[in-house]
């Protein structure tokens, strides 16, 4: 579990790789990930955008941008929380992602509250040595 405030917007975010999702042999690793967003602050805050960075175990780095998340632009008034869940394909068995989600309150002012980064990695098979 990977955590950051900003302004009092608590982001948490839970990474799981998803080997019903991925084919290792097609360079095809799938995560899955749950961000659960409170608002520990005294005013109403909505979330507009969001940006990723994402970064490959190789170092190539893709960047999304876009409306809301998961469809919706959820409104969180002090207290109260919003959680999803999204996924990442990645073509290499590891990488991180990392990023701000787009903030406005009530009289219009926006700010960027902070997406921890986190790691995202395939369970490794364990050897076992006699």
Same mark, same amino acid.
């Given at each position: 579990?990977?955590?950051?405030?900003? !302004? $009092?917007?608590? =982001?948490?975010?839970t990474p799981r790789y998803m080997p019903e999702e991925s084919s290792p042999d097609d360079h095809r690793y799938f995560f899955a990930y749950t961000v659960e967003i409170i608002n520990l602050g005294l005013e109403r805050v909505q979330l507009r955008a969001r940006y990723w960075?994402?970064?490959?175990?190789?170092?190539?780095?893709?960047?999304? !941008? $876009?409306?809301? =998340?998961?469809?919706e632009e959820p409104v969180l008034g002090p207290g109260e929380s919003y959680s999803?869940?999204?996924?990442?394909?990645?073509?290499?068995?590891?990488g991180t992602m990392q990023g701000s989600y787009v903030m406005e309150t009530a009289?219009?002012?926006?700010?960027?509250?902070?997406?921890?980064?986190?790691?995202?990695?395939?369970?490794?098979?364990?050897?076992?040595?006699?």
């Amino acid at each position: 579990m990977y955590k950051a405030v900003t !302004r $009092g917007i608590s =982001v948490t975010v839970t990474p799981r790789y998803m080997p019903e999702e991925s084919s290792p042999d097609d360079h095809r690793y799938f995560f899955a990930y749950t961000v659960e967003i409170i608002n520990l602050g005294l005013e109403r805050v909505q979330l507009r955008a969001r940006y990723w960075r994402i970064t490959d175990e190789q170092g190539r780095v893709q960047e999304v !941008r $876009g409306t809301g =998340v998961v469809g919706e632009e959820p409104v969180l008034g002090p207290g109260e929380s919003y959680s999803y869940t999204s996924g990442c394909p990645l073509t290499t068995p590891s990488g991180t992602m990392q990023g701000s989600y787009v903030m406005e309150t009530a009289n219009g002012e926006r700010f960027d509250a902070e997406i921890p980064a986190f790691s995202l990695d395939m369970p490794r098979n364990k050897r076992v040595l006699h």
